[in-house]
């Protein structure tokens, strides 16, 4: 049991889908507000298997077991097989572990929504799938979990379907990242065509195809196909659009498209995937160019915000950046190690920060009558005390903070940067990077605790919302906050200008209730906490969390550790003193900026924001990118598809039509004898005979 | 005594189809082109018999003892319909009955309708059974 996990390896995937199912097909009639039963045990017990199963990989196991082929075509066998190693032990106890935590959440979150079996079934195939991408051992299956993962945010993203914003939000959201899963298709036909010719059957097995990559001269454009393929997923530049869109959906479904599921996947498919990558640095320049841009711009719109929710949606693009900043610095086999347990270690910790977050903005969303604009409140830390202090602890995780866990990971992923500056022919580039991600951990310091101080500190603000019987009408009110932030808000509105209008409206409201989230909500906060402040430290500085990835994945006897695949140095594992102290200074000073900034003097920012408008709007308005695209590829899009509709209609259709049209027209001309007299038809009928006869007389 | 030849029987028998087709084709009260229609059976029964004959073998008379049963029983049959559509418009012209045509044609009118029958006098009605008649007509008064 401890020592090999196939047994119940497909138990973990496997149970939150039987929740899921049981949820969808007994939820409407018979479970009713009991619905999340299945789901929560389905993805407990998932959550249960998945630490088995890393124990047994801790105790040296790493292997993959076929269950059953899943089907064939010509000599390609596409197996459902599942494996189990450090890497997929990681990912399976990540999105478990925080996945369960939200189901726990969602159940006092959700109370009362008419749709809450749909939304607990949903959940349940959403782990199912994400379960499935990160422990398959084969690119097919692995693709059936992303798209199963993509369908799920689908469904979950659009949940208040009845919402246009909603429902535009995961139309956005599915197409967005759908134009990344056709690269990584490519990417897998690429591995696949031009791969290994030699071994027989062909396979898409993850062993096969790294084995066989260091032949392919198609290696670079698969590569890069699978970091389209992983930027739509995880939401990086020029795809990220669909990512703060998703804000739409339930803020359980945010926390865990954000932290657990989804937006994880791509970090994870490129981890997956180094053995090929480290081949190929210029493909890993590229990765990790396009990561900093995407970190530095989430960043720097993400200040403006005034939506809670997507200053956390831009944080997590920005998290997200440095993930693949990490990846993209693998560009040479001494590094592999350092940068890619860097960026699965903040993967990890970021997951707990940002579950977090999320989950502690949800309360305070919940508890605020689905206001989230954060114009409409303030100076919450004597109302809500417990969601004040877990937020507390992840944003300054989220900070980076010294010794807190997000301190830990993102300072291995700067010196990975600038470990990758001293190798290979790319060396200024990833310097410049390096600054780059100095930059935006100040930055990110800075939004993360303006957005703290903006919600908990100053004038108690509240808005009437809160005490009004706030039922369950998420939908309007939410919808009410978005249109807020859709304005152009001037700068003076935009940080305390709302407080009259919150005031000004007088009713019978009772004032005296107690507005803090019920014990179901607080106590996943409270664990989630506790792991965004202790994780980093357990698992970092001791080099735990490394060495569990480097003995029991990328030193792994197959070929997906890179043991034969690469000439692997071993750098021994030390702290950068320097470069810590430089980050903690950093994440300080931009806390202390904002603590100047939204506490001592909030007069400032409005200034600033007067003196440079330009830039203010810029980053208010998120750069334009969402016009940009409009302009550049939806209209067009739309004016092809007119064309094909008129092509359609008038071609298509006409040529049918046509074929249509014969027929009758022959009809038309016969049509006439048909007159009912019973004596034309014999007529017709001696004639004919007649005609018979005279024509075999003749012959 | 010279035996009749062959061509005599095939003549009678095709003189009786024809006459029956022009019948058919020409009459338009219902019963007469029944009847017309068996007559052209019976000029091909009797084809089949000269056959028969002519050939030495039975399999025509049998044949032909089998379609005047069945002539039987479509004249039942078709007897009944008629008395049917009879019942339906009171009147035995199959131009009334072109119902079965293309919906967007017209009916084909005869320039020349039939003769109205004259109305028949109205059949003496019996009383009720066991039941004393309530009035008594005034012709029959002197009885």
Same mark, same amino acid.
């Given at each position: 049991?401890?020592?090999?996990?196939?047994?119940?390896?497909?138990?973990?995937?496997?149970?939150?889908?039987?929740?899921?199912?049981?949820?969808?097909?007994?939820?409407?009639?018979?479970?009713?507000?009991?619905?999340?039963?299945?789901?929560?045990?389905?993805?407990?017990?998932?959550?249960?298997?998945?630490?088995?199963?890393?124990?047994?990989?801790?105790?040296?196991?790493?292997?993959?077991?076929?269950?059953?082929?899943?089907?064939?075509?010509?000599?390609?066998?596409?197996?459902?097989?599942?494996?189990?190693?450090?890497?997929?032990?990681?990912?399976?106890?990540?999105?478990?572990?925080?996945?369960?935590?939200?189901?726990?959440?969602?159940?006092?979150?959700?109370?009362?929504?008419?749709?809450?079996?749909?939304?607990?079934?949903?959940?349940?195939?959403?782990?199912?799938?994400?379960?499935?991408?990160?422990?398959?051992?084969?690119?097919?299956?692995?693709?059936?979990?992303?798209?199963?993962?993509?369908?799920?945010?689908?469904?979950?993203?659009?949940?208040?379907?009845?919402?246009?914003?909603?429902?535009?939000?995961?139309?956005?959201?599915?197409?967005?990242?759908?134009?990344?899963?056709?690269?990584?298709?490519?990417?897998?036909?690429?591995?696949?065509?031009?791969?290994?010719?030699?071994?027989?059957?062909?396979?898409?097995?993850?062993?096969?195809?790294?084995?066989?990559?260091?032949?392919?001269?198609?290696?670079?454009?698969?590569?890069?196909?699978?970091?389209?393929?992983?930027?739509?997923?995880?939401?990086?530049?020029?795809?990220?659009?669909?990512?703060?869109?998703?804000?739409?959906?339930?803020?359980?479904?945010?926390?865990?498209?954000?932290?657990?599921?989804?937006?994880?996947?791509?970090?994870?498919?490129?981890?997956?995937?180094?053995?090929?990558?480290?081949?190929?640095?210029?493909?890993?320049?590229?990765?990790?160019?396009?990561?900093?841009?995407?970190?530095?711009?989430?960043?720097?719109?993400?200040?403006?915000?005034?939506?809670?929710?997507?200053?956390?949606?831009?944080?997590?693009?920005?998290?997200?950046?440095?993930?693949?900043?990490?990846?993209?610095?693998?560009?040479?086999?001494?590094?592999?190690?350092?940068?890619?347990?860097?960026?699965?270690?903040?993967?990890?910790?970021?997951?707990?920060?940002?579950?977090?977050?999320?989950?502690?903005?949800?309360?305070?969303?919940?508890?605020?009558?689905?206001?989230?604009?954060?114009?409409?409140?303030?100076?919450?830390?004597?109302?809500?005390?417990?969601?004040?202090?877990?937020?507390?602890?992840?944003?300054?995780?989220?900070?980076?903070?010294?010794?807190?866990?997000?301190?830990?990971?993102?300072?291995?992923?700067?010196?990975?940067?600038?470990?990758?500056?001293?190798?290979?022919?790319?060396?200024?580039?990833?310097?410049?990077?390096?600054?780059?991600?100095?930059?935006?951990?100040?930055?990110?310091?800075?939004?993360?605790?303006?957005?703290?101080?903006?919600?908990?500190?100053?004038?108690?603000?509240?808005?009437?919302?809160?005490?009004?019987?706030?039922?369950?009408?998420?939908?309007?009110?939410?919808?009410?906050?978005?249109?807020?932030?859709?304005?152009?808000?001037?700068?003076?509105?935009?940080?305390?200008?709302?407080?009259?209008?919150?005031?000004?409206?007088?009713?019978?409201?009772?004032?005296?209730?107690?507005?803090?989230?019920?014990?179901?909500?607080?106590?996943?906060?409270?664990?989630?906490?506790?792991?965004?402040?202790?994780?980093?430290?357990?698992?970092?500085?001791?080099?735990?969390?490394?060495?569990?990835?480097?003995?029991?994945?990328?030193?792994?006897?197959?070929?997906?550790?890179?043991?034969?695949?690469?000439?692997?140095?071993?750098?021994?594992?030390?702290?950068?003193?320097?470069?810590?102290?430089?980050?903690?200074?950093?994440?300080?000073?931009?806390?202390?900026?904002?603590?100047?900034?939204?506490?001592?003097?909030? @007069?400032?920012?409005?200034?600033? @924001?007067?003196?440079?408008?330009?830039?203010?709007?810029?980053?208010?308005?998120?750069?334009?990118?969402?016009?940009?695209?409009?302009?550049?590829?939806?209209?067009?899009?739309?004016?092809?598809?007119?064309?094909?509709?008129?092509?359609?209609?008038?071609?298509?259709?006409?040529?049918?039509?046509?074929?249509?049209?014969?027929?009758?027209?022959?009809?038309?001309?016969?049509?006439?004898?048909?007159?009912?007299?019973?004596?034309?038809?014999?007529?017709?009928?001696?004639?004919?005979?007649?005609?018979?006869?005279?024509?075999?007389?003749?012959? | 005594?010279?035996?009749?030849?062959?061509?005599?029987?095939?003549? =009678?028998?095709?003189?009786?189809?024809?006459?029956?087709? =022009?019948?058919?084709?020409?009459?338009? *009260?219902?019963?007469?082109?029944?009847?017309?229609?068996?007559?052209? &059976?019976?000029? =091909?029964?009797? *084809?089949?018999?000269?056959?028969?004959?002519?050939?030495? *073998?039975?399999?025509?008379?049998?044949?032909?003892?089998?379609?005047?049963?069945?002539?039987?029983?479509?004249?039942?049959?078709?007897?009944?319909?008629?008395? =049917?559509?009879?019942?339906?418009?009171?009147?035995?012209?199959?131009? &009334?009955?072109?119902? &079965?045509?293309?919906?967007?044609?017209?009916?084909?009118?005869?320039?020349?309708?039939?003769?109205?029958?004259?109305?028949?006098?109205?059949?003496?009605?019996?009383?009720?059974?066991?039941?004393?008649?309530?009035?008594?007509?005034?012709? *029959?008064?002197?009885?």
């Amino acid at each position: 049991m401890f020592d090999d996990p196939r047994p119940y390896l497909w138990l973990i995937p496997a149970l939150p889908f039987l929740g899921a199912v049981l949820a969808a097909f007994l939820g409407p009639r018979y479970l009713k507000d009991k619905s999340h039963w299945p789901v929560l045990l389905g993805s407990v017990g998932a959550c249960f298997f998945a630490v088995l199963t890393a124990i047994s990989v801790g105790n040296g196991f790493v292997g993959a077991k076929v269950y059953y082929t899943w089907f064939s075509l010509g000599n390609l066998d596409v197996t459902f097989a599942l494996r189990a190693d450090a890497l997929t032990a990681v990912m399976l106890l990540t999105v478990t572990f925080i996945g369960s935590l939200i189901v726990i959440f969602a159940i006092g979150y959700m109370h009362g929504d008419p749709g809450y079996p749909r939304f607990f079934a949903a959940v349940g195939l959403f782990l199912a799938a994400m379960t499935l991408l990160v422990s398959a051992d084969n690119f097919i299956l692995l693709y059936a979990g992303w798209e199963g993962v993509g369908v799920c945010s689908y469904l979950l993203i659009g949940f208040w379907y009845h919402k246009p914003s909603a429902a535009a939000a995961a139309r956005k959201a599915f197409l967005v990242t759908r134009l990344g899963d056709i690269g990584l298709f490519i990417g897998i036909v690429l591995l696949w065509l031009h791969g290994p010719h030699s071994h027989s059957p062909h396979s898409l097995d993850m062993d096969t195809v790294f084995a066989g990559a260091a032949g392919n001269v198609w290696l670079g454009v698969a590569c890069f196909c699978l970091f389209v393929g992983a930027a739509g997923k995880s939401a990086q530049f020029p795809l990220h659009v669909w990512l703060p869109d998703a804000m739409e959906g339930p803020t359980p479904v945010s926390a865990l498209i954000h932290a657990a599921t989804m937006v994880t996947a791509g970090v994870y498919l490129l981890a997956r995937c180094t053995p090929l990558f480290v081949l190929v640095p210029e493909v890993q320049l590229i990765v990790a160019v396009v990561a900093a841009f995407t970190s530095l711009l989430a960043a720097l719109i993400a200040l403006t915000q005034t939506d809670l929710k997507k200053v956390m949606a831009y944080s997590t693009i920005s998290q997200l950046g440095y993930m693949f900043l990490a990846l993209g610095s693998a560009n040479h086999p001494k590094l592999v190690v350092l940068a890619v347990s860097a960026a699965i270690f903040h993967l990890f910790t970021h997951a707990f920060f940002k579950a977090l977050l999320f989950l502690a903005s949800g309360s305070v969303m919940h508890a605020m009558g689905n206001i989230i604009d954060m114009r409409r409140f303030g100076g919450l830390r004597k109302v809500l005390p417990t969601t004040h202090w877990t937020f507390l602890c992840g944003a300054a995780a989220l900070a980076g903070i010294p010794f807190l866990s997000g301190f830990w990971s993102k300072d291995d992923i700067v010196a990975a940067t600038l470990g990758a500056s001293h190798y290979g022919m790319f060396g200024s580039v990833y310097h410049g990077l390096f600054i780059i991600a100095m930059i935006t951990a100040g930055l990110t310091a800075f939004y993360t605790f303006r957005a703290y101080f903006l919600t908990f500190w100053g004038e108690t603000r509240v808005p009437d919302e809160a005490y009004m019987d706030h039922g369950h009408a998420h939908g309007d009110a939410h919808a009410d906050a978005h249109g807020h932030d859709a304005g152009h808000g001037h700068a003076a509105h935009a940080d305390h200008g709302v407080a009259a209008h919150a005031h000004g409206e007088s009713g019978p409201i009772d004032r005296s209730k107690k507005l803090e989230s019920p014990p179901m909500m607080l106590v996943p906060l409270m664990i989630l906490a506790v792991g965004a402040l202790f994780v980093g430290i357990a698992l970092g500085p001791t080099g735990l969390f490394a060495h569990f990835l480097e003995d029991h994945w990328m030193r792994g006897t197959g070929a997906t550790g890179f043991t034969g695949l690469l000439p692997f140095e071993k750098e021994a594992h030390h702290l950068h003193w320097d470069l810590m102290i430089l980050s903690g200074v950093i994440a300080l000073a931009g806390v202390g900026l904002a603590f100047f900034f939204y506490v001592k003097s909030p @007069a400032v920012p409005a200034r600033i @924001a007067r003196s440079a408008s330009g830039l203010y709007d810029l980053s208010r308005n998120l750069f334009y990118l969402d016009e940009i695209f409009a302009a550049l590829i939806v209209k067009p899009a739309a004016a092809l598809a007119q064309v094909m509709r008129v092509i359609d209609f008038y071609i298509v259709d006409g040529l049918v039509d046509l074929a249509g049209q014969v027929p009758t027209f022959i009809g038309f001309l016969v049509r006439p004898i048909q007159n009912g007299l019973v004596q034309f038809y014999a007529l017709l009928m001696a004639l004919g005979v007649g005609g018979f006869l005279l024509a075999i007389l003749l012959k | 005594m010279t035996p009749v030849s062959l061509e005599s029987y095939l003549l =009678v028998g095709a003189a009786l189809f024809t006459l029956g087709l =022009v019948g058919f084709l020409t009459r338009r *009260n219902l019963i007469i082109m029944f009847l017309c229609a068996e007559m052209m &059976l019976q000029g =091909v029964a009797i *084809n089949l018999v000269a056959f028969a004959r002519y050939r030495g *073998n039975m399999g025509g008379q049998v044949l032909t003892l089998f379609i005047i049963a069945v002539a039987a029983c479509e004249a039942a049959i078709s007897l009944a319909l008629i008395l =049917v559509l009879f019942k339906r418009r009171k009147s035995l012209d199959v131009s &009334l009955w072109q119902d &079965l045509r293309e919906p967007d044609q017209d009916p084909i009118e005869d320039e020349e309708p039939l003769p109205t029958p004259p109305r028949a006098a109205p059949l003496p009605t019996l009383p009720v059974a066991g039941r004393e008649p309530v009035s008594v007509p005034k012709e *029959n008064s002197h009885v």
